[in-house]
């Protein structure tokens, strides 16, 4: 809100007792999913925001079914801003759900909001078509070069970069055992790389063993294997074929080579998971910065 004071601000997931301050001295502008948040925006508007209200049109989450829609009055249908809903499949260019779902939305829309903006896609939408872009596309993880659409190859870049102090080099001799449970034997003499990362800073623990760590000592970078469980505040990782690494170097998770898809996949879940987790721990430093172009 600071950084850019006329931004109009979208909370999806809606407003509430608990959020209505916050509300009012921001003048966000919530989205209504059901009677019950309806009537309590009713006895609290906010001056100057026209809330927007999202139907129900095959996922099944938020949103007022038409059975709801058909208890609001001529004056509520005329109080919102927008209307939107959410596609399940957008993922899958040829799910049955897309087309099922657009034609929902258009019914509905044309019935109680023919004369509103609309908005149904999100960043996976988008590459649906013209047809499911309407007025406005809510575009998220692939504002951060997540794929979107993993039918087609990925247009967008990655703009992350996520890295972490080594805080000590040491030597593994063979039949010596990494980490709790002992999930890791080392078959031969390693040296291995503690980072001062985990699990506690977003990191999934099930990049226990699979993960991976880079490091750029010279021209290229170098890839090391987590080795053992990943813990709540470091990853213990095979240094071995990495020349000249020293302590208070950084080991990088996210970057151009090895981005927020390929540390999901090695995690064995989706990359809007990843960028959901990552930097909440308070001691997470955080830098923005501008592109160049």
Same mark, same amino acid.
């Given at each position: ?6 931004? +109009? ?24 999913? &059901? ?37 609001? *009055? &001529?004056?509520?249908?005329?109080? #919102? &801003? ?30 109680? #909001? ?22 406005? =596309? ?57 980072? *001062? ?12 063993? =699979? ?18 469980? =990943? ?27 090895? +981005? ?14 990843? =960028? ?18």
């Amino acid at each position: 809100v600071d950084v850019c004071p006329d931004a +109009t601000i979208y909370v999806l997931q809606g407003i509430g007792k608990d959020s209505l301050d916050i509300f009012k001295k921001r003048k966000l502008t919530p989205v209504i999913t &059901s009677l019950e948040m309806w009537q309590f925006y009713k006895k609290h508007k906010i001056e100057g925001v026209k809330p927007v209200i999202y139907i129900e049109t095959g996922l099944n989450r938020l949103g007022f079914r038409e059975d709801e829609l058909k208890k609001l *009055s &001529s004056k509520d249908l005329k109080s #919102f &801003s927008l209307v939107m809903s959410h596609l399940a499949c957008a993922d899958e260019k040829d799910h049955f759900m897309n087309a099922r779902q657009l034609e929902n939305f258009k019914r509905l829309k044309e019935k109680y #909001f023919n004369e509103l903006p609309a908005s149904l896609s999100a960043s996976d939408g988008a590459f649906l078509g013209a047809d499911f872009c309407f007025d406005m =596309v809510r575009l998220g993880a692939a504002m951060y070069g997540i794929n979107t659409a993993p039918y087609r190859e990925n247009q967008m870049k990655n703009i992350i970069t996520l890295k972490a102090p080594v805080l000590q080099i040491a030597d593994l001799q063979k039949g010596e055992f990494v980490g709790y449970s002992a999930t890791y034997r080392a078959n031969t003499n390693r040296k291995i790389a503690i980072v *001062s990362a985990g699990y506690g800073d977003g990191l999934p623990r099930a990049l226990s063993n =699979v993960g991976k760590v880079f490091f750029k000592t010279g021209l290229k970078w170098e890839e090391a294997r987590i080795l053992g469980r =990943v813990s709540m505040d470091n990853i213990i990782c095979d240094v071995t074929d990495v020349k000249n690494l020293q302590v208070g170097e950084f080991g990088y998770f996210i970057l151009d080579e090895y +981005t927020l898809d390929d540390i999901a996949r090695d995690a064995g879940t989706i990359g809007y998971e990843i =960028v959901s987790n990552i930097g909440k721990n308070e001691r997470f430093i955080k830098k923005y910065v501008l592109s160049a172009r």
